[in-house]
T-cell receptor, first 114, second 114 residues
Framework: DGGITQSPKYLFRKEGQNVTLSCEQNLNHDAMYWYRQDPGQGLRLIYYSQIVNDFQKGDIAEGYSVSREKKESFPLTVTSAQKNPTAFYLC?????????????FGQGTRLTVV | GENVEQHPSTLSVQEGDSAVIKCTYSDSASNYFPWYKQELGKGPQLIIDIRSNVGEKKDQRIAVTLNKTAKHFSLHITETQPEDSAVYFCAASERSTGFQKLVFGTGTRLLVSP
């Protein structure tokens, strides 16, 4: 089955710790994205990548970091600098970065700070 | 940048009724408008999309209309069923330095009662 796989589904972090959320796609898509979702708000863009070894900050990049070493993988690290990390994180991909087209989403990772 | 507003935030209907969700956008250069359905604990899934060269698009019980002059677009669901209950998000594409970025509305929680 083609799609986007996010892991883990649930993640608990102690304050001061960095955690990494995994995102893998087998759709051969060029573009990948990370969104954050909070109750009552839309999806806000954290980072995006158009090609391997290149990524750009989105609207709320502070306290987050990413890498794109392989086309199919786009992991997100939530650092201790992110003051309010508890949220639902969604990874997405689309076939062409420069052309508006459908974004496919993973099932999400719910991160909770304990 | 692009700004998308979505109304209402919650919508309750009886099974068999129609449901309408409305969105407005600010950037007249936006040319792609998808609608996503998100079920509890899952990632959003595309249900219908429309491009700026089309005024209306229909897929079975779902239709989307676009008014470029007024910069608003709407989702219409006819003959609603309990399985239509979910959160619906509209989005508009924003072109940023050659990259097409989706800007999302804040979502509408639709509840269809049997």
């Amino acid at each position: 089955d083609g799609g986007i796989t996010q892991s883990p589904k649930y993640l608990f972090r102690k304050e001061g710790q960095n955690v990494t959320l995994s995102c893998e796609q087998n759709l051969n898509h060029d573009a990948m994205y990370w969104y954050r979702q909070d109750p009552g708000q839309g999806l806000r863009l954290i980072y995006y990548s158009q090609i391997v070894n290149d990524f750009q900050k989105g609207d709320i990049a502070e306290g987050y970091s990413v890498s794109r070493e392989k086309k199919e993988s786009f992991p997100l690290t939530v650092t201790s600098a992110q003051k309010n990390p508890t949220a639902f994180y969604l990874c997405a991909s689309s076939s062409r970065a420069g052309y508006p087209t459908e974004a496919f989403f993973g099932q999400g990772t719910r991160l909770t700070v304990v | 940048g692009e700004n998308v507003e979505q109304h209402p935030s919650t919508l309750s209907v009886q099974e068999g009724d129609s449901a309408v969700i409305k969105c407005t956008y600010s950037d007249s250069a936006s040319n792609y408008f998808p609608w996503y359905k998100q079920e509890l604990g899952k990632g959003p899934q595309l249900i219908i999309d429309i491009r700026s060269n089309v005024g209306e698009k229909k897929d079975q019980r779902i239709a989307v209309t676009l008014n470029k002059t007024a910069k608003h677009f709407s989702l219409h669901i006819t003959e609603t069923q309990p399985e239509d209950s979910a959160v619906y998000f509209c989005a508009a594409s924003e072109r940023s330095t050659g990259f097409q970025k989706l800007v999302f509305g804040t979502g509408t929680r639709l509840l269809v009662s049997p």
